[in-house]
Nanobody, 117 residues
Framework: QVQLVESGGGLVQAGGSLRLSCAAS????????MGWYRQAPGKQRELVAR???????NVADSVKGRFTISRDNAKNTVYLQMNSLKPEDTAVYYC???????????WGQGTQVTVSS
């Protein structure tokens, strides 16, 4: 089992910044991927960004150039730096952990990000 604890959500004005953090603990396999997904009301959950234990990243086109994903393998922690936030970024953001291929095996509890116009 892997436990994920997220922090860093909140309310921010458009154009502002937030940084999300997610710490993993438990039975962590060495080769893995950690990432962030988001779900807005009435919409499906979507990938925001993911990063493998080797540092390879995938970032959604909708946030490319504004969001940066990074990780500290020694701390089993992944970060999402979100700049130039837009109202359409408003959603619940979920941390995810799993094997490099396939869907995530574990999810965090979610953290709300609200961007006001």
């Amino acid at each position: 089992q892997v436990q994920l604890v997220e922090s860093g959500g909140g309310l921010v004005q458009a154009g502002g910044s937030l940084r999300l953090s997610c710490a993993a603990s438990g039975s962590i396999f060495r080769i893995n991927v950690m990432g962030w997904y988001r779900q807005a009301p009435g919409k499906q959950r979507e990938l925001v960004a993911r990063i493998t234990s080797a540092g390879t990243t995938n970032v959604a086109d909708s946030v490319k150039g504004r969001f940066t994903i990074s990780r500290d393998n020694a701390k089993n922690t992944v970060y999402l730096q979100m700049n130039s936030l837009k109202p359409e970024d408003t959603a619940v953001y979920y941390c995810a952990f799993g094997l490099i291929t396939g869907t995530p095996s574990y999810w965090g509890q979610g953290t709300q990000v609200t961007v006001s116009s």
